[in-house]
């Protein structure tokens, strides 16, 4: 069974600073997944990793891969209220003869001014 | 501007009640799934489907089944709703290669 584990589950941070959200998994894939989520709305994709070393940014976030660790990491840099919000994780995986997407519970992060 | 749509934000059932979730999707997509989210628990996979005609469990399939009788509808039915079944339900849809997923807006089921 493929498993995917976050790493807190909760944050909850001042604006301008630093912190890393993990993200690890239990079988082999190279496909990987950021979403954000805001209360009551459904999922937005931020990230796709596609393959071992990849990294992505957008603004204040980073997402990068490592496929043989089995871990992605979201950086957040020097954090601002907007992105208050639960961010999830997802992996790509074949298991059984079919792809499946399987997430992690989720990481609440709260910025506070 | 892609598009997942689910038939209902906010629905309200009673126990026993059979109980129809649509979603469709208008991206031409082979893969779509069904999840419910409920707190402290993040998503989990209830059924999902690579084709038409096509279903597989998820990790929590118990309770419910699918239909695909169209490449963009994916169906969700609860036989008999019961009330451990009150939840967050979201659909999502991908290419068959495995690229990124996009999801609907949610229907929030309440069984009473």
């Known amino acids: 069974e493929l498993k995917v584990e976050q790493n807190p589950l909760f944050l909850s941070m001042q604006e301008g600073k630093n912190y890393t959200i993990y993200c690890n998994y239990s079988?082999?894939?190279?496909?990987l997944y950021w979403y954000r989520q805001d209360p009551g709305k459904s999922l937005e994709s931020l990230f796709v990793?596609?393959?071992?070393?990849a990294v992505k940014q957008e603004g204040r976030l980073m997402a990068s891969l490592d496929t043989k660790a089995r871990l992605s990491t979201l950086h957040i840099t020097a954090a601002v209220h907007d992105l208050s919000a639960t961010y999830f994780c997802?992996?790509?995986?074949?298991?059984?003869?079919?792809?499946?997407?399987?997430f992690g519970q989720g990481t609440r992060l709260t910025i506070n001014p | 501007d892609v598009k997942v749509t689910q038939s209902s934000r906010y629905l309200v059932k009673r126990t026993g009640e059979k109980v129809f979730l649509e979603c469709v999707q208008d991206?031409?997509?082979?893969?779509m799934f069904w999840y419910r989210q409920d707190p402290g628990l993040g998503l989990r996979l209830i059924y999902f489907?690579?084709?038409?005609?096509?279903?597989e469990k998820g990790d929590i399939p118990e309770g419910y089944s699918v239909s695909r009788e169209k490449k963009e509808r994916f169906s969700l039915i609860l036989e008999s709703a019961s009330t451990n079944q009150t939840s967050m339900y979201l659909c999502?849809?991908?290419?068959?290669?495995?690229?990124?997923?996009?999801f609907g807006q949610g229907t929030r089921l309440t069984v009473v």
């Open positions: 999502a849809s991908n290419l068959r290669d495995g690229t990124e997923a996009f």
């Open positions: 489907s690579y084709d038409v005609k096509m279903k």
């Open positions: 990793l596609l393959s071992n070393g």
């Open positions: 997802a992996v790509d995986a074949l298991i059984q003869g079919a792809q499946k997407l399987v």
């Open positions: 991206m031409d997509h082979e893969n």
């Open positions: 079988t082999t894939s190279d496909r």
